[in-house]
């Protein structure tokens, strides 16, 4: 077996004429001859077992009840103004229980803009929940980047004037991964019918939606 040595700040090359080198950048194989030294990325070390990319779901799944009341949110939003509309996934550790986080919000045709704040204490953000109003359900090249440094579950609704669609991910260190979403929420399917009425979330869209202003129309 060849050695493996870490690349910190205090790393001194060896004698070693062929080894692995673990660095920030990823594993290298360093090799030196009487004409040439080398390091080359390396694939893998070939005595140990193989590994994929992978997340397991250890918390409790989420209610379908936070998602009802989540689509009840962005059907309001989609009815006053027909854009996108998003909500914060959050955890309550007292309790382990699930919570949804309205945050200000400005929105306007395929765009929401959110401000983001510390959660009070007691609640650990976990992910966010966004519609993509009368689109398909998808992770957009802005949701990827928007998402990218935040780990945690990131789901999309789509078609919320129509049949409704979804799309569950999930964000570790910058990789995103799909997820089943009969892995992820209870009950499924999920009794979208149920959702409550839109009218209930009209006075939290006053308060925390603002529409994004009209562009200005020269020659008119």
Known sequence: MLPIYLKDQDFTPPDDPLYYLLSRDGLFLVKSTPFFAAAVPARG??????QEPEVRLTAPPLPAALLLEALAFFCEVYTRYKSEAVVLLAWREATRTYELVVPHQTVGG?????????????LMRLGTIHS???LEAFHSERDEADERHEDGFHLTLGNID???TISCSVVVQGLRGMIPLEQLV???????DQAPPDADWAAEVESKVTPLPRPIEFGT
């Open 45 to 50: 070390i070939p005595w140990l077992e193989a």
């Open 110 to 122: 395929g765009h929401c803009d959110y401000e983001v704040k510390e959660f009070p204490g007691g």
């Open 132 to 134: 993509h109003a009368g």
């Open 162 to 164: 129509a049949e409704l």
């Open 186 to 192: 209870t009950p499924y399917p999920i009794p979208w």
